[in-house]
């Protein structure tokens, strides 16, 4: 399957408007705290923490790609420091972690993500899963995102404050050393 998605960057108060909206109009799927470890490497490889479930995940192709191809395995979260140990065993290191709240909805057949992510801002992420046809569910997907009363933030948008991010995210999330009290 591939993963194919629109995303922006909203203000806060789009992000509580765009709430309220799923809350009466979606159905709500869960909503937590997540922890994610972007890995070393020349791969997207991640490893994320929540306070329902774990899992580490590839995602082939560039990040901020319109689609890609997802390879993904669940894990209990109370094993997720001794898979953390392994990958730093197997000299893979943490690159980035993100902290963020997620709110995510089912609305006319898409899944909906709400975001707070710490240091980095509001965002919203309409997703569909497809084998084939990917032009035919991003032009949905952009449909339904105008629906919504966002315009979709350019990719460029998302690389500058990715690498941004990436260069300062210690700064910007007070980072102590620990990953959350998750």
Known sequence: ??????????????????????????????????????????????????????????????????SREEIEIRFKPDDFDK?????????????????????????NGLKVCLDYTKGYGYIIELEALTEKNKEEVLAKLRNALKLLGVEETPREVFEEKYNYYKKNWKRLVGYDGKDSSL
């Open 1 to 66: 399957m591939i993963e194919v998605e629109v995303r922006s960057f909203i203000s806060e108060e789009k992000y509580h408007e765009l709430l309220q909206f799923m809350e009466k109009n979606g159905r709500k799927e869960k909503e937590e705290e997540q922890v994610t470890h972007y890995l070393s490497g020349p791969h997207d490889l991640r490893l994320q923490k929540s306070t329902s479930s774990a899992k580490i995940w590839l995602k082939k192709g560039r990040i901020h790609d319109e």
């Open 83 to 107: 898979l953390k140990r392994l990958f730093s065993e197997l000299g893979y290191e943490t690159e980035i972690i993100w902290f963020r709240k997620r709110c995510q909805f089912r609305w």
